[in-house]
């Protein structure tokens, strides 16, 4: 960092002192990268936000009281354009969905290396956006479960179930050729080679239960 570039200045909030102080620990060896404050809960990561104006708020999602997602939002809606940079220590997968609604800039696991959370810490304080590489099989997921329409959810769970392509379409009043031509269409998307890989990559991703 040279003399003319400010620090990138970072707000941590973690209900867990351990994870806090670790996190501060590996940013004081990064330069360019200053911790003004730490919060244990929401409610007063949203002050803190308010108060010391970082440029990033390395927020837990889980927390108690007022969680990450509350107070990711709070934090859009108030006087700090501060970025949000979610740091969970699970894959979750309505994760990312919650988190743009929020306003959150960033999706970082806990387990991620050094090199990544200060690359995270970078990309949305730069206006960016940031995604941890291990949150990716939670957005194909989600992907996945927003390209099949509500009848093909249906009748994969018919086949899930048990059923054979006769029984599915007595069950729902349509011709075998419909089923088929359905079975097809999910097994493309699904990008899956038979309707028991198709089954089993839907009930993994939780597209049917």
Same mark, same amino acid.
């Given at each position: 960092? /040279?003399?003319?570039?400010?620090?990138?200045?970072?707000?941590?909030?973690?209900?867990?002192? #351990? #994870?806090?102080?670790?996190?501060?620990?590996?940013?004081?060896?990064?330069?360019?990268?200053? +911790?003004?404050?730490? *919060?244990?809960? $929401?409610?007063?990561? +949203?002050?803190?936000?308010?108060?010391? !104006?970082?440029?990033? #708020?390395?927020?837990? +999602? !889980?927390?108690?009281?007022?969680?990450?997602?509350?107070?990711?939002?709070?934090?859009?809606?108030?006087?700090?354009?501060?970025? #949000?940079?979610?740091?969970?220590?699970? *894959?979750?997968?309505?994760?990312?969905? !919650?988190?743009?609604?929020?306003?959150?800039?960033?999706?970082?696991?806990?387990?991620?290396?050094?090199?990544?959370?200060?690359?995270?810490?970078?990309?949305?304080?730069?206006?960016?956006? &940031?995604?941890?590489? $291990?949150?990716?099989?939670?957005?194909?997921?989600?992907?996945?479960?927003?390209?099949?329409?509500?009848?093909? !959810?249906?009748?994969?769970?018919?086949? *899930?179930?048990?059923?054979?392509?006769?029984?599915? *379409?007595?069950?729902? &009043?349509? /011709?075998?050729?419909?089923?088929?031509?359905?079975?097809?269409?999910?097994?493309?998307?699904?990008?899956?080679?038979?309707?028991?890989?198709?089954?089993?990559?839907?009930?993994?991703?939780?597209?049917?239960?």
């Amino acid at each position: 960092m /040279s003399e003319e570039e400010s620090p990138i200045t970072c707000l941590i909030a973690d209900d867990h002192e #351990v #994870v806090r102080e670790g996190l501060r620990l590996a940013l004081s060896r990064t330069p360019h990268i200053r +911790v003004v404050g730490e *919060a244990a809960d $929401g409610e007063a990561a +949203v002050a803190l936000a308010e108060r010391r !104006r970082p440029d990033v #708020v390395i927020m837990d +999602v !889980r927390m108690g009281g007022m969680d990450g997602f509350e107070a990711a939002c709070k934090i859009r809606d108030g006087s700090s354009t501060a970025a #949000v940079l979610f740091f969970t220590a699970h *894959a979750e997968r309505n994760l990312l969905t !919650r988190g743009r609604e929020a306003g959150a800039r960033g999706y970082l696991l806990k387990e991620a290396p050094h090199a990544t959370i200060i690359r995270a810490i970078d990309r949305v304080a730069a206006g960016g956006e &940031f995604i941890d590489p $291990g949150l990716a099989t939670s957005m194909v997921a989600s992907d996945r479960e927003g390209l099949l329409t509500a009848r093909e !959810r249906e009748i994969l769970q018919l086949l *899930a179930d048990g059923l054979s392509n006769a029984d599915v *379409a007595q069950r729902l &009043f349509i /011709s075998q050729e419909t089923v088929k031509s359905h079975v097809r269409h999910i097994l493309a998307k699904l990008e899956a080679d038979t309707r028991t890989q198709a089954v089993a990559i839907a009930l993994r991703e939780s597209i049917i239960a």
